[in-house]
């Protein structure tokens, strides 16, 4: 490594306030250093706007009423997305523990379902991390279902191909380790509204489904053939995702000015045993705030699930 470049590292700082850390650091946009390889075309312009909503040491939080299908019936429940912006170590693809010039900005997105089916409850937790500094595919996406029958789980590495475990309770999905090429995938899509709605695909796309349907449904994990719309209003815009040979229909509707947030989404597809049959999934947002809930685990902080109407 020449001088010049070694004089560059030497500056570079990184980091960001983000769950569990203490120290304040400097913008991500300012902090870490063009990797090798990457092209100019590919990198962000993170604006002033967009560093001060999402730089300021807390995440957004939005609850949601959930109608949630599943076995063929409407279940009652709530959701929640949590969106916070971290450092990310890219070879290990974890959150970072401390300040490092390889580490990377991510917008993550953790999102929570709960609802009951019967006598037995249902916990779903998905977590999707996108770079922010680079346009690029998601570096990992995370799924876990837990009920009273078992649980699955399902990990995404992106490390130049998609690198896919899978684990099942059933026995015909049981343990599975297995590579697919690079494409979009469905669970990117919300942290891309957030982080510039003109970079979601539209027209004729070639999709990965979210994690969750595929658990719920049992398919395959591979890419589908999709049609991808964009229809912006005044104050909405809606983002449509259709699959014709799945009979699934995601919407996805946010605010048309920054920062973008997730008010509400629909989801349809073909019941299990009844193809003719179309239930549909709704999540409706409740309440939102910003918060460094990472700081707010006492009993005194209990009143905050309140204010979002979390019981």
Not at 224 to 232: E, R
Request: hydrophobic fraction near 35%; aromatic fraction near 12%; charge should be negative.
């Amino acid at each position: 490594m020449d001088f010049f470049k070694i004089i560059l590292l030497l500056i570079v700082l990184g980091g960001l306030k983000s769950c569990n850390s203490s120290e304040e650091k400097g913008s991500p946009q300012e902090n870490i250093s063009e990797r090798e390889g990457t092209s100019i075309s590919t990198l962000r312009n993170l604006t002033s706007e967009f560093k001060n909503y999402w730089f300021d040491g807390t995440a957004e939080i939005t609850s949601y009423s959930l109608l949630q299908e599943r076995y063929g019936e409407i279940r009652e429940g709530t959701a929640v997305n949590i969106f916070v912006t971290e450092d990310f170590v890219p070879a290990v693809q974890v959150k970072a523990d401390n300040p490092s010039k390889e580490n990377i900005m991510v917008l993550k997105l953790n999102q929570m379902k709960n609802f009951n089916t019967g006598i037995y409850p249902y916990s779903i937790m998905t977590s999707t991390f996108n770079p922010l500094l680079e346009r690029a595919r998601p570096l990992k996406v995370t799924n876990s279902v837990q009920e009273w029958c078992g649980q699955v789980y399902m990990q995404l590495n992106n490390r130049g191909e998609f690198e896919i475990e899978s684990h099942s309770y059933f026995e015909g999905e049981a343990d599975k380790h297995f590579t697919l090429p690079i494409t979009y995938l469905e669970n990117e899509l919300w942290n891309l509204i957030r982080i510039n709605p003109e970079e979601l695909p539209t027209g004729d796309v070639m999709i990965v489904p979210s994690f969750e349907f595929l658990r719920f449904r049992h398919r395959e994990i591979k890419g589908h053939k999709a049609f991808a719309s964009l229809k912006q209003g005044d104050s909405i815009t809606i983002y449509t995702l259709n699959y014709p040979d799945l009979q699934r229909q995601l919407m996805l509707f946010f605010s048309s000015t920054f920062p973008y947030e997730i008010e509400k989404w629909e989801e349809i597809n073909a019941a299990d045993q009844n193809d003719t049959l179309r239930l549909k999934t709704t999540a409706t947002k409740l309440k939102r705030i910003k918060t460094d809930y990472w700081s707010k685990n006492g009993n005194e902080h209990l009143n905050l699930r309140d204010s979002l109407q979390l019981k």
